[in-house]
C-alpha cells in the first residue's frame, strides 16, 4: 500500500538559518508527491508538487523540495527560514494511478525562533 | 483564486444530535473530499465524491454520510454524534484526473472545528 512517513513530529530551527521538513514515501510506480502548510486555525495550503521532470521543485514562499528516487524521499527545504514560516507542513502523496485521492503524513510541526 | 467555503468554523453539539457539515467550492471541480484532521494522526479521509450523486467510502467512514445533489455542494453528514467525532474537518476540491496526465492540486477550505459534548 502507498504511504508516506514524517519521522520528525516537530523541527527547530532559528530564524534565518536553513530548513529540512522529512518525508519519505513507499509507492509502486511514479510517485505523485506534494507538500501542503496549514497555519493556525486555517485549513491546508498547497506548498508544490512533484509529477515528473527535475528533481529539485520550487514552490511558493521560497519553498522547494528534493525528490531522491534512491532514497525514497521528498524533503521539503527552504535556504532561510522566517519565523512566519512556523506552521503544521503536510507531505502527501497521490493513491494510486487511477484515482485522484491522497495519502498524507502525519505532519511536522516547524517553529522558527527569532 | 479557487475558493473553498465551509458553513462554520466552530460548532458544538450534543451526543446523539445529527450534524450537517456543509461544503461549497466555486471552481467547477469534480472531485470533492472530506477529512478528518487529529492531532498525530494527519488527515484521514472520511469520503470521496467524483460527481453529482457518486460517492466513495474513504479510510474512515464509519459514522459517517455525505451527500452532493450540486457539483458545487457536499456535505457531511453526523446521523448520531458522538464524542469521539470530537475533530477538524477539513474540506477539499479538485480537478479530475485527466487520464494518463497529472493529478491536480487539491484545494482546502478552512476546517470546521467540531466538539461534541
Known amino acids: 500500500a502507498q504511504s508516506v512517513a514524517q519521522p520528525e513530529d516537530q523541527v527547530n530551527v532559528a530564524e534565518g538559518n536553513p530548513l529540512t521538513v522529512k518525508c519519505t514515501y513507499s509507492?509502486?510506480?511514479?510517485?505523485?508527491l506534494f507538500w501542503y502548510v496549514q497555519y493556525p486555525n486555517r485549513g491546508l495550503q498547497f506548498l508544490l508538487k512533484?509529477?515528473?521532470?527535475?528533481?529539485l521543485v520550487k514552490g511558493s514562499y521560497g519553498f522547494e523540495a528534493e525528490f531522491n528516487k534512491s532514497q525514497t524521499s521528498f524533503h521539503l527545504k527552504k535556504p532561510s527560514a522566517l519565523v512566519s514560516d512556523s506552521a503544521l507542513y503536510f507531505c502527501?502523496?497521490?493513491?494510486?494511478?487511477?484515482?485522484?485521492?491522497?495519502?498524507f503524513g502525519t505532519g511536522t510541526r516547524l517553529q522558527v525562533f527569532p | 483564486d479557487v475558493k473553498v467555503t465551509q458553513s462554520s468554523r466552530y460548532l458544538v453539539k450534543r451526543t446523539g444530535e445529527k450534524v450537517f457539515l456543509e461544503c461549497v467550492q466555486d471552481?467547477?471541480?469534480?472531485?470533492m473530499f472530506w477529512y478528518r484532521q487529529d492531532p498525530g494522526l494527519g488527515l484521514r479521509l472520511i469520503y470521496f465524491?467524483?460527481?453529482?450523486?457518486?460517492?466513495e467510502k474513504g479510510d474512515i467512514p464509519e459514522g459517517y454520510s455525505v451527500s452532493r445533489e450540486k457539483k458545487e455542494r457536499f456535505s457531511l453528514i453526523l446521523e448520531s454524534a458522538s464524542t469521539n467525532q470530537t475533530s477538524m474537518y477539513l474540506c477539499?476540491?479538485?480537478?479530475?484526473?485527466?487520464?494518463?496526465?497529472?493529478?491536480?492540486?487539491?484545494?482546502f477550505g478552512p476546517g470546521t472545528r467540531l466538539t461534541v459534548l
Open positions: 471552481m467547477d471541480h469534480e472531485n
Open positions: 502527501a502523496v497521490r493513491e494510486s494511478l487511477d484515482t485522484d485521492k491522497l495519502i
Open positions: 512533484y509529477i515528473t521532470g527535475d528533481n
Open positions: 477539499a476540491s479538485s480537478s479530475l484526473l485527466i487520464a494518463g496526465g497529472s493529478t491536480d492540486t487539491q484545494y
Open positions: 509507492v509502486s510506480g511514479n510517485p505523485y
Open positions: 465524491s467524483y460527481d453529482v450523486k457518486m460517492k
